[in-house]
């Protein structure tokens, strides 16, 4: 089943803290000030017109995208956020300047940086657990041996002895009950 179709079928479905966007973000951030000040070194070294036009143009993208947050095309597309913005106007600029190994570089951090700001939703169905990750996991009834949410905090045990612990974001609509007596009546009847 596609993502569409089974996210309707589910039984429970929770939203996961995601503990470390903070992070993700403030270390973009910190490469973004990494290229300000390589841009400004160039600017300011530059030995010929075209080093320090495009040192200008880098500075003037930097500045822009780390200004501005709240424009309407990145709350249409979120994937478009303005660090995103930012890390793509700076492969333009590298690119510009013939250093093309950066490129992928920026490029990696993009598309983490994407996956950090996506949604983490673990979907409970009849025959199978679906846990976000990259890629995402199927998980089956069959390879578990406990599942239990207790205090905001969803735990799933394998047989193999393998934990996965996840905590939920908001637990005050979770009736924990419900969810516990769902999970061991579908553990119950693969034993």
């Known amino acids: 089943m596609n ?8 039984s429970f479905q929770f939203l996961l803290k995601k503990n470390r966007v903070k992070s993700y973000r403030l270390l973009a951030v910190v490469i973004g000030y990494l290229h300000l000040i390589i841009f400004s ?19 003037a993208a930097l500045v822009f995208f780390l200004l501005i947050k709240n424009i309407y095309i990145f709350k249409r597309f979120p994937f478009l956020t303005s660090l995103n913005c930012m890390y793509l106007s700076m492969c333009v600029v590298w690119i510009l300047y013939q250093y093309y190994w950066v490129v992928p570089i920026l490029l990696l951090v993009v598309i983490m940086n994407t996956i950090a700001g996506l ?5 409970f169905f009849t025959d199978k657990i679906e846990f976000p990750s990259v890629p995402k996991k199927i998980i089956q009834w069959e390879e578990l041996s406990n599942v239990v949410l207790k205090d ?7 047989k193999n002895d393998r934990l996965l612990q996840a905590e939920i974001d908001d637990a005050n609509s979770i009736d924990e009950s419900a969810f516990n007596d769902f999970a061991k009546g579908h ?3 693969i034993t």
């Open 41 to 59: 070194i160039l600017l300011v070294s530059g030995n010929n017109g075209f080093v320090k036009t495009v040192a200008v143009a880098g500075i």
């Open 152 to 158: 905001q905090l969803l735990s799933i045990d394998f």
């Open 3 to 10: 993502r569409e179709s089974s996210a309707i079928n589910y």
């Open 119 to 123: 949604p983490s939703v673990v979907y």
């Open 187 to 189: 553990l119950a009847a």
